[in-house]
């Protein structure tokens, strides 16, 4: 499995742009999306084929004009000066009808191509996207979100900007050109043979530019990603920014980042400035070596007047497209670029992947947790669990306390199948998860955290979103159970007040109590609260206290709580350290017991005094 850029740590990070400069990687990276791009295109097949037709019908009368002026001169003055103007007429009138086949071709091809074009990126951005969502919770907490937004934005619309505006043009020339060279090899075998004096030095002009400016423009892609990244993951964090004043700093690395972006931007157009004089300069040069020698030879007779003329015509359309190719070639470049980064990611492989063959939950079953010899760590030299041994019965409410770092949010994650344990097994109602249907896991097991994510939509769309089938009855019923439809009933649109992006409409408290609405709409067999009632103020999380009776009866529920009162609610408490299980019984027995609860226990009896 490749290792795409965009670690959330910078040792990563550098680590991950080592790997991705070494040639292998590139090799490999090239041929993934080469092999992307032709899966993009496979659907198209039969409108590429009309698309290349219209495309060489276009090049066939464009190429037409210079040797309709050969037989002009050559076929129509003669004939003109004698009376007879019917040759010079007839060449005018295939001028015309060159003209407007060349216009009718190319409309064609511009129409069918920004079609083919506009469906491929619609279907990347699909395959992007989805892809994104497919991609387990671990990869998401290593990598940075504006790496992903740096994915399907900028590397999206580079390759957008070549489909758009580039890629006739780049098509059209390589035709042009070897058109352009066998017409000339045709016209005249010695002036032909003179122009080729040129191509060593086009040759290797060209060939160094496409090696010197591959590297430039990924060095461009990775320097815009990080000015994306470093923006996205200011404004997102910007309460933190502003709270303990780092706009400064902040702003300090922008500035740094940004000016890489525009150095590595300059550095691609440096190259574009040798190239695209370097190539007018050669085509200059052999018209020059052209006119004298190809002026010699109709003195001499030996070359006919229009045949010269022709073959000056061809020779610009030789050098001009190739002039006109370096103005479009940063686009081609920087897409190639952005394809190989995406390719990249669509490489990436769930850590956590479904079942070929899933095994169905028992239908009786409630919600049985078990643990066996489960060992995990998120770096493997630093590992979190080791031989955990855990038996949760079903509808048994269980509280996880202990200090930072301890595992209880490791168990939750193992639960909710967000990561596999490196050894041993998670099972619920007797079945591995690692068996189950994604689809039937999220059913069953539901998690609410301190911060919970909601959608730009009204209320209730964020509380059906456990259930998009539930009715506004059952979504109604699910905010009174949990004691939020008071203040839902108190918002200017009730249920139907959009609550604005990430919930920015609501409190902290409002958008929690959603949480737990969407929660117990759900209806799973385990549910997980993860610091859940942590950001609520007193009066709103005795309203939840009170709900929870109801939310958890008949359930199993994993709690980590942080809170006394969330604790007394739990049938039994685990005391956890070092990703051990220290102490284990109900809260009663444990405050008794003396031992780690019991101080705990003090500590939050005397933080109410």
């Known amino acids: ?12 990070a550098d680590r991950s742009r080592a790997e991705v400069a070494t040639p292998e990687a590139v090799a490999r990276l090239r041929a993934r999306s080469r092999a992307l791009l032709r899966g993009l ?3 198209h097949r039969r409108r590429l084929g009309w698309a290349v037709a219209l495309l060489l019908l276009q090049n066939a009368a464009a190429m037409a004009g210079p040797y309709l002026v050969m037989l002009g001169i050559d076929r129509g003055i003669g004939p003109l000066r004698a009376g007879d103007a019917g040759p010079l007429v007839a ?6 009808v060159a003209t407007g086949t060349e216009y009718a071709a190319r409309r064609g091809f511009l129409t069918l191509a920004a079609r083919i ?6 279907d990347l951005r699909q395959r992007v996207y989805g892809h994104f969502l497919r991609l387990d919770v671990g990869f998401h907490e290593r990598y940075t979100s504006g790496r992903m937004v740096s994915r399907l934005t900028s590397d999206l619309d580079s390759i957008a900007e ?3 505006g580039g ?3 780049l098509v059209m020339a390589a035709l042009s050109v070897l058109s352009v060279a066998g017409i000339l090899l045709w016209l005249d075998l010695p002036l032909a043979a003179a122009t080729l004096l040129a191509f060593p030095f086009l040759f290797w002009l060209s060939r160094w530019f496409a090696r010197a400016s591959a590297g430039a423009y990924r060095r461009t892609r ?3 990603a990080l000015v994306i990244v470093h923006f996205v993951e200011s404004l997102r964090g910007i309460r933190a920014v502003q709270a303990y004043r780092r706009e400064p700093r902040n702003q300090r690395i922008f500035a740094t980042v940004n000016d890489d972006y525009r150095q590595a931007s300059l550095d691609a157009f440096r190259l574009i400035a040798v190239y695209s004089p370097g190539i007018r300069m050669i085509g200059n040069l052999t018209v020059a070596v052209v006119l004298g020698y190809g002026g010699w030879r109709v003195l001499g007779g030996r070359t006919e007047v ?3 003329a022709a073959f000056l015509l061809y020779l610009r359309r030789f050098f001009e497209p190739m002039e006109e190719l370096s103005q479009f070639y940063n686009a081609l470049q920087s897409a190639t670029a952005a394809l190989e980064k995406l390719a990249g990611v669509l490489d990436e492989r769930p850590a956590v992947a479904e079942p070929e063959r899933p095994a169905p939950l028992p239908g009786g079953g409630r919600g049985a947790v078990v643990f066996r010899s489960v060992s995990f760590g998120y770096r493997a030299e630093a590992p979190i669990l080791a031989g955990l041994e855990l038996a949760v019965p079903a509808g048994q409410t269980v509280a996880l306390i202990g200090p930072t770092g301890a595992g209880k949010s490791t168990i939750a994650k193992l639960v909710a199948r967000f990561h596999d344990p490196g050894t041993g097994a998670v099972s619920l109602d007797g079945v591995d998860l690692r068996d189950l249907a994604d689809a039937e896991l999220r059913r069953a097991v539901v998690l609410v955290t301190q911060e919970n994510h909601l959608f730009s939509g009204s209320v209730a769309e964020n509380i059906r979103f456990g259930r998009p089938d539930a009715d506004d009855a059952a979504v109604e019923a699910a905010a009174r159970a949990i004691g939020a439809h008071d203040f839902i009933a108190a918002l200017p649109d009730g249920y139907a007040t959009d609550v604005h992006r990430r919930g920015g409409r609501l409190s902290a408290g409002q958008r929690q109590l959603v949480a737990f609405a969407r929660a117990f709409l759900a209806d799973p067999r385990v549910l997980i609260l993860d610091e859940a009632t942590s950001s609520l103020d007193v009066p709103t999380e005795r309203l939840v206290q009170r709900a929870l009776g109801s939310i958890l009866r008949d359930r199993t529920a994993l709690v980590i709580a942080h809170r006394l009162s969330t604790v007394e609610i739990a049938d039994r408490v685990l005391v956890l350290d070092g990703g051990r299980i220290v102490e284990d019984g109900r809260p009663a027995e444990l405050a008794a017991a003396g031992g780690r609860y019991a101080a705990l226990h003090r500590q939050w009896r005397d933080s109410l005094i």
């Open 167 to 169: 890629i006739d043009k």
């Open 117 to 122: 074009g506009q469906a491929v990126l619609l």
């Open 162 to 164: 070549l489909v758009d």
């Open 1 to 12: 499995m490749s290792r795409w850029r965009g670690r959330a740590t910078d040792p990563d």
């Open 41 to 43: 295109l496979r659907p």
């Open 222 to 224: 990775e320097a815009v």
């Open 306 to 308: 229009g045949v010269f």
């Open 91 to 96: 060449v005018a009138a295939a001028f015309v």
